[in-house]
């Protein structure tokens, strides 16, 4: 090799095939590591232009800049308008469980009538045999003094 040819550090022709490949991906690793360090941006994942340039930013992909500032207000209300549709989703499944629970309380209380109500017509079902027996006693004495 001539001393004009240039000859990249990883494609040494004295280095292996995977020294080589193990090479590459430190230098894309290392890469990706200084970006992320020296560049805020990447950490905010937004653009160049509108982050660090004009300290703007395009909140919803509509075209719309508006300031980091607006963006987190918004993205605040937001969270805030999340919290209370949670809050009002809690207090609707506490009154549900309230009227499953009163629900329960009627059920029972039904269940007792409906109880008392069979014992009231077994207590009348045995009235009317007692009285049938009692008619038929009569009915027999009178066909036989007949």
């Known amino acids: 090799m001539t ?8 494609q040494s022709p004295k280095i ?3 020294r080589q490949e193990k090479m590459r991906k430190s230098a894309h690793i290392f890469a990706i590591i200084t970006a992320v360090i ?3 941006h990447v950490l905010a994942d ?3 232009k509108n982050e660090v340039v004009t300290n703007k930013c395009d909140l919803n992909g509509d075209g719309q800049v508006r300031g980091i500032k607006e963006r987190i207000c918004e993205e605040k209300r937001e969270i805030a308008q999340f919290d209370k549709n949670i809050a009002q989703s809690k207090r609707e499944i506490v009154q549900f469980d309230k009227n499953i629970a009163q629900s329960k309380r009627e059920i029972v ?3 007792k009538e409906i109880q008392q109500l ?12 007692h009285l049938k027996n009692s008619l038929l006693r009569e ?3 009178a066909l036989s003094t007949i």
Do not use: W, Y
Not at 118 to 127: A, L, P
């Open 118 to 129: 069979i014992e009231d017509i077994r207590e009348n079902v045995k009235k009317l045999i």
């Open 38 to 40: 020296f560049t805020p």
């Open 139 to 141: 009915v027999t004495i």
């Open 3 to 10: 001393a004009m040819q240039k000859i990249h550090p990883t």
């Open 109 to 111: 209380q039904l269940d």
């Open 46 to 48: 937004e653009p160049i």
């Open 16 to 18: 292996s095939a995977t």
